[in-house]
Structure formats: C-alpha cells, structure tokens
C-alpha cells in the first residue's frame, strides 16, 4: 500500500524510471482522444450554445469572444493554439469553468479553449502512473480512480471542478492532511507551448531530475493555470511508490471513514461564546499540524455562517482504519467545544457545501467514497445558475489574533448584513502538506496550519458593488494589523492562487508593501518568472494575475 510519506527534502526524488527520462519523454503516449473524437466543435455567436460557454462558475465575469473552441485531444489543442496564435487572437483557457476571477471570461478575449470534453482517467504503465486528462471534473476523476484501482488524489471537494485548474494551482482536500496536496504526487504533465518564433508543440515534463523540462513540471505543482501552455493531461505517482502493480502507485485512501455533521445555532452565541470557538479551532491546528501528528488522519471544513444564515456548520472526518480513530474524533470535538456553552444540533438543512447530514449528529462511519460523494454533493454556485460571487483567502500559520477575532465577529453578527450567503471557511491544513520544502513545488505555503476563504454569494447584478465593498471592508478589516492583506510569515502567510483575488494586484485595495504574486507564490516567483522566459517568452498566455516574464 502506497502510503504516500513525504520526507521533507526526499520528496521529489522518487520514481523507478531506470530506463531514464529522456527516453520516457521521447516515448510518453499523447492523450487520448475523447469518444468520437476529432477536431473539437467550434461555438460561434449565433451557435445556442455560445451564451452558457462565454461565461463560468462567476456571473460577474463574461467573454464576448469571436468563438470558443472544444478540445479533445493534444493535437486538437496544437491545432486550436497554432490558429489563434498566428491570428493574433488573445487567448483564455476552461477545464471546469470554477475560476472566480476573470482569467477566463473578460472582454479581451477573443477566443476561448475549452477542455471539458477532455475527461480521461487511466493507468500508464510506460510511466507507471495514473493519468487525469484536464477536462477532468473531481468527482469522476475520484470514481474512476478508486472504482478501477483503490487509489486517489487527495484532491478537493466540490465535484464539478476541473482537473485542469485544481492541479495547477496546487489542490488539495480531506485527505490532504496524510497524504500532501494533491501536486506532491504528480509525476508529469503534457503542456502545448509556443515559442518565441511562433512554433507550438506538445512537451512532456516530469519531476525526474535528470529531465531537461523540469522546469515546466515544477511550474504546474502550484504555479497556476494559464501561465505557461495549455495543460492536456497530468500523470500522477506517489513519491514511494514501489513495484509495478498499478494500485501500489498513488495514495490508497482510508476504506472507511468516521464522518460527524454538527450545526452551532447562532442564537447560543455572543461574542464571547464565538471567540473562544474560533480560537479553540485555531489553536487544535496550531497544536496537530505536524507532518507526523497523530491527527493527522483527521480534516474539518467548518463553514462559518453569517448570522442570517442562523446557525455555523462543521463536518468532520478521520481515517476509521487508524487505532482509536473514534476517541480521537470525540476528543477534537470536545475540545472545538470547550468552554464556549454550545450545545450542537444536528445538520438538518445544506451549509455551502455541506449536504444536510442529520443522521451523522452522533459520529457515523462510511465507505471513503460514500464520504466523498456526500460531502461536495450541494454545491452552492453550482445550483445558481446566476450567481455572483465574491471571494478572498488566507493562510494561517498561527492562531486568530484577539483583533481578528473581534473583527469577524462584528462583520458577521452585522445586523445590517442582509446577505445570509456570506461565509468564513475554516479548512483543516498542515499535516503531511508541511512535510515538503517551499521550494520542492510551487506551492510555497508549507507551514500553515489551517485556511481561511472569506465568500459571498448572491444573484442580482444590481448588488455587485454593495457586496463587492462589503467582502473587501471586512477582509482588509480583518488584517488591519498587517495593512488589509495576510502578512507574510507571520501569523498569515498570504493567499492561494486558486481562490484568484484580483484585489490583492491593485493598490486601491492592497495597501501593503507586499506585491500580489509574494502573497501568492511568496519566493518562489523568481523561479516562475524563469520557467515564463524559457517556456513562453512572449507572454502570450496572460490574465489578470498571470506570471510575467522576468527579464
């Protein structure tokens, strides 16, 4: 069984190919083409389809492009590029269509390339690796992996986003606390580039060391998507893996799983009672962050619910094959609770992502994929077809200070806040997560101990820059002490590029001395300003929080 242990500074050099990378590289397969494959269709602006592909998850954000491209395969992505490249066409890219920034829908697009047509999943065995095409959304990608293999990624929650983004971006999830994100078991990835010249062809990169395009695989282990080519497919293998057997490669996740659904009505808090709440999350995590803590096996997405919304809601999950599994779950409860008079009721109604679970009050132990089903199974945005979304991060590598505290009390007991689709998510982090090296991935944040999503959602255009200033008044309010945005290395360490923040590129709203892209990619940008130069040295794939090139 692969248990997927990363050694700090051993992380990246695993891998059995002895018959060395270029070789590998020279032979890898193409990705396969979808069912009845070809070349993708083309969505003009009289096809009936154009309006429901010109936008994503985000209705704030809409492309008027001359036409959108489905791909369904690396030649067809060659192709697609080769056309829009020589045409002069700026460019944007979809997997899922889950970015809630305007990376993929903004009026300077003139042509969209969308792979969610893209949906293959299956074993290599030249690469003795599992391979996730981009189109791929999660939940299928979790299906097929475990229904065929007993494996997975330990990848997120919501079931309709794409591979394409989540992986690039760094992703990770429930299990991401024993097993890392879900790019520290990526082994390669296909990318279609274009040179300085014009020329596009489709590379193979892998984290072998002796791979002359590691580079450009170490840019998709966080760098984001849209920066360097066009993603086709990802191959993944945990660092130990050993053998040859395909269901020894990648993590295995727990068989079973114990699963608690509590809701904390907001009539049983004050602010005092609230407070010692968060701190108390704040302070378990601070305490079982470790690459080897024995809590490790356990994750919590805790959604903290305006007041209008009437109650918060927490869902637990450990890994029921570890020893006193049980008593280890009831003791992070007790301790979430202490102190604060609570007393939970049981999840009768949907909390953001969080399905009603009445029947998991008391703790309930399920299959890991009945789990995984159930968990991301109402997705909120998903379920508006006009939603409008607004939406900040944050790191912690310590605990709320009283400040913050206060300040997200107030906003969120605001009785002038008449939005009840406004949240904080608290997700568990750390774990196995900080047992990499900043620099291993490009995911830099490697010693966080939970995270934070600040989110609104609503409908009515109308509304836009109500929300708009609200979500921006309460975050910057929120890091008042460290000039409106998550320091670095201090008690926050900035942002995560797959919750996109354009704010945090614009001095109207970023009124610190840290750039963007230190909250987003802290030292490592230098290294990805150098992969930009040597991969795309025109700038051709760009957006609003894109990687630029350095010289």
């Given at each position: 069984?692969?248990?997927?242990?990363?050694?700090?500074?051993?992380?990246?050099?695993?891998g059995?190919?002895?018959?060395?990378?270029?070789?590998?590289?020279?032979?890898?397969?193409?990705?396969?083409?979808?069912?009845?494959?070809?070349?993708?269709?083309?969505?003009?602006?009289?096809?009936?389809?154009?309006?429901l592909?010109?936008?994503?998850?985000?209705?704030?954000?809409?492309?008027?492009?001359?036409?959108?491209?489905?791909?369904?395969?690396?030649?067809?992505?060659?192709?697609?590029?080769?056309?829009a490249?020589?045409?002069?066409?700026?460019?944007?890219?979809?997997s899922?269509?889950?970015?809630?920034?305007?990376?993929?829908?903004?009026?300077?697009?003139?042509?969209?390339?969308?792979?969610s047509?893209?949906?293959?999943?299956?074993?290599?065995?030249?690469?003795?690796?599992?391979?996730?095409?981009?189109?791929?959304r999660?939940?299928?990608?979790?299906?097929?992996?475990?229904?065929?293999?007993?494996?997975?990624?330990?990848?997120?929650?919501?079931?309709?986003?794409?591979?394409?983004?989540?992986?690039?971006?760094?992703?990770?999830?429930?299990?991401?606390?024993?097993?890392?994100?879900?790019?520290?078991?990526?082994?390669?990835?296909?990318?279609?580039?274009?040179?300085?010249?014009?020329?596009?062809?489709?590379?193979?990169?892998?984290?072998?060391?002796?791979d002359?395009?590691?580079?450009l695989?170490?840019?998709?282990?966080?760098?984001g998507?849209?920066?360097?080519?066009?993603?086709?497919?990802?191959?993944?293998?945990?660092?130990?893996?050993?053998?040859?057997?395909?269901g020894?490669?990648?993590?295995?996740?727990?068989?079973?799983?114990?699963?608690?659904?509590?809701?904390?009505?907001?009539?049983?808090?004050d602010?005092?009672?609230?407070?010692?709440?968060?701190?108390?999350?704040?302070?378990?995590?601070?305490?079982?962050?470790?690459?080897?803590?024995?809590?490790?096996?356990?994750?919590?997405?805790?959604?903290?619910?305006?007041?209008?919304?009437?109650?918060?809601?927490?869902?637990?999950?450990?890994?029921?094959?570890?020893?006193?599994?049980?008593?280890?779950?009831?003791?992070?409860?007790?301790?979430l609770?202490?102190?604060?008079?609570?007393?939970?009721v049981?999840?009768?109604?949907?909390s953001?992502?969080?399905?009603?679970?009445?029947?998991?009050?008391?703790?309930?132990?399920?299959?890991?994929?009945?789990?995984?089903?159930?968990?991301?199974a109402?997705?909120?945005?998903?379920?508006?077809?006009?939603?409008?979304v607004?939406?900040?991060?944050?790191?912690?590598?310590r605990?709320?200070?009283?400040?913050?505290v206060?300040?997200?009390?107030?906003f969120l007991?605001?009785?002038?806040?008449?939005?009840?689709?406004?949240?904080?998510?608290?997700?568990?982090?750390?774990?196995?997560?900080?047992?990499?090296?900043?620099?291993a991935?490009?995911?830099?944040?490697?010693?966080s101990?939970?995270?934070?999503?600040?989110?609104?959602?609503?409908?009515?255009?109308?509304?836009?820059?109500?929300?708009?200033?609200?979500?921006r008044?309460?975050?910057q309010?929120?890091?008042?002490?460290?000039g409106?945005?998550?320091?670095?290395?201090?008690?926050?360490?900035?942002?995560?590029?797959?919750?996109p923040?354009?704010?945090?590129?614009?001095?109207?709203?970023?009124?610190?001395?840290?750039?963007?892209?230190?909250?987003?990619?802290?030292?490592?940008?230098?290294?990805?300003?150098?992969?930009?130069?040597?991969?795309?040295?025109?700038?051709?794939?760009?957006?609003?929080?894109s990687?630029?090139?350095?010289?």
């Amino acid at each position: 069984m692969s248990s997927a242990r990363l050694g700090r500074r051993s992380v990246l050099a695993g891998g059995a190919a002895a018959a060395g990378t270029a070789a590998l590289a020279a032979t890898a397969p193409t990705a396969a083409a979808a069912p009845g494959a070809g070349t993708g269709a083309t969505v003009s602006p009289r096809d009936p389809r154009y309006e429901l592909l010109t936008t994503g998850i985000n209705k704030r954000f809409v492309a008027r492009p001359e036409y959108i491209r489905m791909i369904r395969s690396a030649a067809d992505a060659e192709r697609a590029l080769r056309e829009a490249y020589r045409s002069g066409k700026r460019l944007s890219v979809r997997s899922g269509g889950h970015c809630v920034a305007d990376f993929t829908c903004n009026p300077e697009v003139e042509v969209i390339l969308d792979f969610s047509e893209m949906t293959g999943v299956g074993y290599d065995p030249k690469f003795r690796a599992f391979y996730v095409d981009a189109g791929a959304r999660l939940y299928n990608v979790y299906e097929a992996l475990y229904k065929g293999w007993g494996v997975t990624i330990p990848g997120g929650v919501c079931h309709s986003v794409g591979a394409g983004g989540h992986v690039s971006g760094g992703g990770y999830g429930m299990l991401s606390r024993a097993y890392g994100l879900v790019v520290d078991h990526l082994y390669a990835v296909q990318v279609v580039v274009v040179d300085a010249r014009g020329k596009v062809r489709t590379v193979v990169a892998t984290r072998e060391e002796d791979d002359p395009n590691r580079d450009l695989w170490w840019a998709h282990t966080g760098g984001g998507g849209g920066n360097f080519g066009l993603a086709v497919r990802y191959w993944f293998r945990s660092p130990d893996a050993t053998g040859s057997r395909p269901g020894d490669q990648l993590v295995n996740p727990p068989s079973r799983v114990w699963t608690s659904a509590l809701d904390f009505p907001w009539e049983q808090l004050d602010e005092a009672s609230f407070g010692r709440l968060l701190k108390n999350f704040g302070d378990w995590h601070e305490r079982h962050s470790g690459p080897d803590d024995r809590y490790r096996h356990l994750s919590s997405l805790f959604n903290v619910n305006a007041k209008g919304f009437g109650r918060l809601s927490l869902y637990t999950q450990i890994d029921a094959t570890i020893p006193d599994a049980r008593a280890l779950l009831d003791a992070y409860l007790e301790e979430l609770l202490d102190g604060t008079g609570i007393e939970p009721v049981p999840m009768e109604c949907p909390s953001g992502e969080l399905a009603a679970m009445p029947n998991q009050f008391r703790p309930t132990e399920l299959p890991w994929l009945a789990a995984a089903r159930m968990l991301g199974a109402p997705d909120p945005v998903g379920a508006n077809p006009i939603a409008r979304v607004g939406l900040k991060s944050a790191y912690f590598r310590r605990n709320f200070t009283d400040h913050q505290v206060a300040s997200l009390y107030r906003f969120l007991s605001d009785p002038e806040l008449d939005n009840p689709d406004t949240t904080l998510v608290l997700l568990s982090f750390g774990g196995r997560i900080n047992g990499v090296e900043p620099q291993a991935t490009a995911s830099a944040q490697r010693d966080s101990v939970f995270k934070v999503i600040f989110q609104n959602i609503w409908s009515d255009p109308k509304h836009d820059a109500r929300y708009m200033r609200w979500i921006r008044d309460w975050y910057q309010d929120v890091f008042a002490e460290t000039g409106g945005v998550p320091e670095i290395d201090g008690v926050t360490d900035g942002c995560y590029i797959n919750y996109p923040d354009t704010d945090m590129a614009d001095p109207r709203h970023n009124r610190s001395d840290l750039p963007w892209h230190t909250l987003f990619y802290k030292g490592n940008y230098r290294r990805l300003q150098a992969v930009k130069d040597r991969w795309d040295p025109s700038n051709y794939f760009r957006h609003s929080l894109s990687v630029t090139t350095g010289r």
